[in-house]
């Protein structure tokens, strides 16, 4: 099970750290990533991380303004949000892959979701 946590309001600027807590399996050896879906539109991914942390995706959209970690001893991975813009408004999931590519191309066969969490950037 995936949870995630940190979303909120935020001013056009600012920043957020979202976290994805993972309990009842380790999730150490799956890649990692962060989805988001707004209104009205389809669900694209954010960022992903290869389970040993040494390759990380990130969208257009957000490259050099998010950044994506992990953290293996605690099951835990994170997406720092910096320089939030109203764009960025959607509701954000985190999701786990054996297999980091499925992550980077969004493909449908993802094995895990967690529940979403909103982020609302306002101008």
């Known amino acids: 099970q995936l949870q995630a946590s940190g979303g909120g309001l935020v001013q056009a600027g600012g920043s957020l750290r979202l976290s994805c807590a993972a309990s009842?399996?380790?999730?150490?050896?799956?890649?990692m990533g962060w989805f988001r879906q707004a209104p009205g539109k389809e669900r694209e991914v954010v960022a992903a991380?290869?389970?040993?942390?040494?390759?990380?995706y990130y969208s257009d959209s957000v490259k050099g303004r998010f950044t994506i970690s992990r953290d293996n001893a605690k099951n835990t991975v994170y997406l720092q949000m910096n320089g939030l813009k109203p764009e960025d408004t959607a509701v954000y999931y985190c999701?786990?892959?054996?297999?980091?590519?499925?992550?980077?191309?969004?493909?449908?066969?993802?094995?895990?979701w967690g529940q979403g969490t909103q982020v609302t950037v306002s101008s």
């Open positions: 999701a786990a892959d054996s297999l980091y590519v499925v992550l980077t191309t969004a493909s449908p066969r993802i094995d895990y």
């Open positions: 009842g399996r380790t999730f150490s050896s799956y890649a």
């Open positions: 991380i290869t389970w040993s942390s040494s390759s990380t």
